[in-house]
């Protein structure tokens, strides 16, 4: 499997924490609650399946991943 | 509630007969079943209209819905609910009822006591209070699960935050009748419900000036607002009633919802309790199928969506709840799927004005349902009892009666 990269646009977040939610490994929140990607967004092995959910689940449309 | 015959009652509405050229959601038949109505709208236009409230639009799909809540330029929220008049603003709620540019600082102000993080050091005293309602009520095999159950736990969960005895909720009960059903169309009883509310909280607030504490209301008055000052009185007290309004019978709806549909769906619950790790992602099927809010917004300049025109001097009912049954965004939209993978539900609502409590509420849900489940696995509705719904802007069962134990 290719290799997958995440990325939460500051922009668009709204804090609704769903990413934190389903793939906390991935994700962490400020102190407002909005959300950013752990570290430089590279998704460990094994973890693909919940980088999609999250990204299926943001009501923003705010996460994206990209496969290297 | 008061019945004062001096009360300005506002003309009862004709009965609705054409729902997509004169909608009303304070119609009885709307109040008890919406969703066939929202299908009728949404197969007529993305956007329909009724003369009724003084001009009000209705998005009836998701792209809709979204393309007002993103554009605060055409849309003001400084009126959110959908009333019968239009009387001057007086009593502000910020940020709810805030526009660009004094919404973020307004919001940025309330967002760190509702992180996940503050939620789980919260989670312990909601689940103790689920369980002080389920013994007061567990040995007489039934209940109203709303009145007995719902209702009372997020009015102490927000009486816990703003370090108010919980005994007091009672009263935030009374409010928000008055506030949100009875003053659709009764500006006697709204008004008299926010002086109440607001005089409670003045004497709160100059309590808490002499003697501070961890609360929200002391951590409100220790906030700084844009420009480094403290926030005016107003300010949060404004803020305060937003709290309270929006925090209680919104999530007691939501919860109730849940229960309802768990009463009447026993595959649905006999697969939580052997999966409890699934409950987070039937809670997001909950809230997209029976979420409870509406909100509204003011046009202010007309503009076009989807198509559709809009012009100022309009209200718009911002119907999150019907965009989350759109079959367009959600496949099997009228079905409730409790393992739906992909789920962006607008419950919470879209853009800059999501629910600042989702964390709070998300929380309340799950440890609700959770402890109801450990405690009364087995229950159903009470054929002989009826099950009714809210009237306007928050829906949700108001009376759940259940059978449970040696009724089951």
Known sequence: ?68 | MSDSPSASYLPEHPPVSDWVHDFDHTDPVWTDDPFPIWETLRAASPVVHTERFLGCYMPTTYQAVKEIAYDTEHFSSRRVIVRDIRPEITARAPPITSDPPEHKPAKQVLLPPFTPDAMKRLEPRVRAICNELIDEFIADDHCDAAARYTKHIPVRAIAHMLGIPEKDGDLFIKWIHQILELGIKNEDELMNGVREMTGYFVAHLEQRKLEPGDDLISQLLRAKGPGGQPLTDEHVLGSLRLLLIAGIDTTWSAIGSSLWHLAKTPADRERLIAEPAMIPTAIEEFLRAYSPVTMAREVMKETTISGCPVKAGNMVLLSFPAANRDPAMFPDADKVVIDRKENRHAAFGLGIHRCVGSNLARMEMQVAIEEWLKRIPDFRLDPAGKVTWSEGTVRGPRQLPVLFGNNA
């Open chain 1, 1 to 68: 499997m290719s290799k997958l990269r995440i990325r939460v646009d500051q922009d668009k977040c709204q804090g609704h924490a769903r990413c934190k939610s389903l793939a906390p490994e991935l994700f962490e929140l400020d102190e407002y609650g909005n959300a950013h990607e752990v570290g430089d967004g590279t998704v460990p092995a094994g973890l693909e399946d919940k980088a999609w959910l999250a990204q299926t689940n943001c009501p923003e449309i705010a996460i994206e991943v990209t496969e290297e």
